[in-house]
Nanobody, 120 residues
């Protein structure tokens, strides 16, 4: 049975940092991604990484501030978030799939989400 379990969310002041982790069990995945959903908004792509880590993709609003990485030995993907802004406040979801894509529907497995709140 496949499970994705996120951790690392919390409350932080603007300008601060958080590191999210997502541990996968049951199988390994070519693509791991992070999405986020703010209250009243649709779920949006944040970042993705391929198996070897040689290719990453970021939405423009997080480029230069967020870094996605993975440790295949631990079957875990990370999202280091620096210079956080109030507009980064959302539930962050880990996702796994077989294709590097920004499309929500192309990811087969999802975690339960972890809340990130950035205060001004």
């Amino acid at each position: 049975q496949v499970q994705l379990v996120e951790s690392g969310g919390g409350l932080v002041q603007a300008g601060g940092s958080l590191r999210l982790s997502c541990a996968a069990s049951g199988r390994t995945f070519y693509t791991m991604g992070w999405f986020r959903q703010a209250t009243g908004k649709e779920r949006e792509f944040a970042a993705a990484i391929n198996w070897s880590g040689t290719y990453t993709d970021y939405v423009d609003s997080v480029k230069g501030r967020f870094t996605i990485s993975r440790d295949n030995a631990k079957n875990t993907v990370y999202l280091q978030m620096n210079s956080l802004k109030p507009e980064d406040t959302a539930v962050y979801y880990c996702a796994a799939g077989g294709t590097m894509t920004r499309q929500v529907g192309q990811y087969n497995y999802w975690g339960q989400g972890t809340q990130v709140t950035v205060s001004s």
